[in-house]
């Protein structure tokens, strides 16, 4: 059965699955697409799956996309803690109160519907997050001018960077969204948030992150988290290998009261925070021990191998030291060939022996190296080079050799040189009709 068509990719999916691509790093085009499409193209819930799985942090150049994270915030289990804001008391707080309540009921309405309104006129600006890093930062350096120095160390990244620091850190992660026109914030910054327990706490046992929902990062984040009122804190951790929001605290809440709910949120999923941290450690273990393996292995593989190269090479130089040795035999036996060949071509061109009663013939006895006597006979006018050719004829006699008479003692000069290129006749040698040579071995020389 043939395999399903795959649908044309609209415009913005086509944008998306681009962007989704350069934010990731991954090459493929159909890994991108279908990642996108398990999440149904939105990509800040695929860009944050992805990083999820890498455990690693995303780039500050590059900002995450502007639509909510994928945070789980369906879990039943989430611990949630709302303050409500005080009952008034008393004849005069009552009164003050029900006077007070239809411009409070008509302030809020009309507040409502001009935002109401403005969206349809104007989309909110808070929906497009260009810059994530430099809202929070913003933030901070607003918070600090306004609230001082003294305050929990916040978090200097984008949302994204935090949950992924908490998740590779197994930390808890607080994350306070600041609502700047709620009545209630200004009390909370002051005397709960900054006190010196709170930011004592808050510094030693987790990570806090904290942005304004009138900046798109917050703006963002409060869309995923879905916040009732302010003050809002959620605590988040890893639980069953998801980032998971695990309490909710909303409303003014004290310093004292909201160390304790922390503290019960903390010891509430300490077991799940144990159980990953033990996972996290028996997956290391497990990769540390592969490695060991993967690296024994190795060894062992580049001792095998060492071992056949010198194999090789041992077996490269007995067949190089063999192929020499036949090489020279080859070699001595094509001379060897050459020179008989030579000698058999010199014994062709030897004139013929002269007859004994021939008055101009010279009898030769010629001592060979061996003790071996050679005679024949020549005649007066025949250059020198015929004897040397003569001896150079014969087996017995040696491939390099010279002739010597008895007394006196002298070489005779049969070969040709560039003082004498035309050696002497017999005659001119100063040889008799009768005469013994020696031949002089000089192949050792």
């Not at 159909?30 to 999440?39: I, K, N, Y």
């Not at 109160?97 to 411009?103: A, G, Q």
Request: charged residues 30%.
């Amino acid at each position: 059965m043939a395999a399903p068509e795959e649908q044309e990719l609209s415009q913005a999916q086509t944008e998306k699955l681009l962007q989704f691509q350069d934010l990731t790093g991954l090459e493929s085009t159909g890994q991108c697409r279908r990642t996108l499409e398990q999440h149904n193209w939105n990509i800040e819930a695929a860009v944050q799956d992805r990083l999820n799985e890498q455990e690693g942090v995303p780039s500050v150049f590059n900002p995450p996309p502007s639509r909510p994270l994928q945070v789980n915030t369906a879990d039943h289990r989430v611990y949630s803690y709302i303050v409500s804001r005080p009952q008034p008391r008393g004849l005069i707080g009552w009164s003050y109160h029900m006077i007070m309540l239809p411009f409070r009921l008509t302030y809020y309405t009309l507040l409502d519907i001009f935002r109401f309104a403005l969206r349809w006129v104007r989309p909110d600006p808070r929906g497009r997050v260009t810059d994530p890093v430099g809202d929070v930062v913003s933030f901070i350096h607003s918070f600090e001018e306004k609230y001082g120095r003294s305050h929990p160390v916040f978090y200097q990244g984008t949302y994204s960077q935090a949950l992924n620091d908490a998740k590779r850190e197994l930390r808890y992660l607080l994350v306070y969204l600041h609502g700047e026109e709620n009545q209630d914030t200004d009390q909370f910054c002051r005397s709960t948030l900054c006190t010196e327990e709170v930011l004592t706490f808050l510094n030693t046992r987790m990570l806090f992150w904290a942005c304004s929902t009138s900046r798109p990062e917050g703006y963002r984040v409060s869309q995923a988290l879905r916040e009732n009122t302010y003050p809002f804190l959620a605590m988040i951790m890893l639980k069953d290998r998801k980032m998971t929001v695990v309490g909710r605290l909303e409303g003014l809440i004290q310093s004292e009261d909201l160390l304790n709910q922390l503290t019960f949120i903390m010891e509430a999923n300490q077991t799940y925070l144990m159980s990953e941290r033990l996972e996290r450690e028996e997956r290391n273990q497990t990769q540390v021990l592969r490695a060991q393996q993967d690296e024994a292995y190795l060894e062992s593989l580049r001792a095998d191998q060492e071992k056949d190269r010198r194999k090789r090479e041992e077996q490269e130089k007995v067949q190089a030291e063999e192929e020499k040795v036949r090489q020279t035999v080859l070699a001595e036996e094509r001379r060897r060939r050459t020179l008989d060949e030579e000698k058999e071509r010199k014994s062709e061109c030897l004139p013929p022996e002269p007859p004994a009663d021939d008055p101009d013939s010279v009898k030769i006895v010629f001592k060979l190296p061996n003790d071996t006597r050679v005679e024949r006979r020549f005649l007066f006018q025949q250059s020198l080079t015929v004897i040397y050719d003569f001896l150079f004829s014969l087996k017995e006699t040696p491939e390099k050799f010279q002739i010597v008479t008895n007394f006196p003692r002298r070489v005779l000069p049969c070969l040709p040189t560039e003082e004498q290129p035309n050696p002497p006749s017999l005659k001119e040698a100063g040889l008799s009709r009768s005469e013994v040579l020696f031949v002089q071995d000089l192949t050792d020389d």
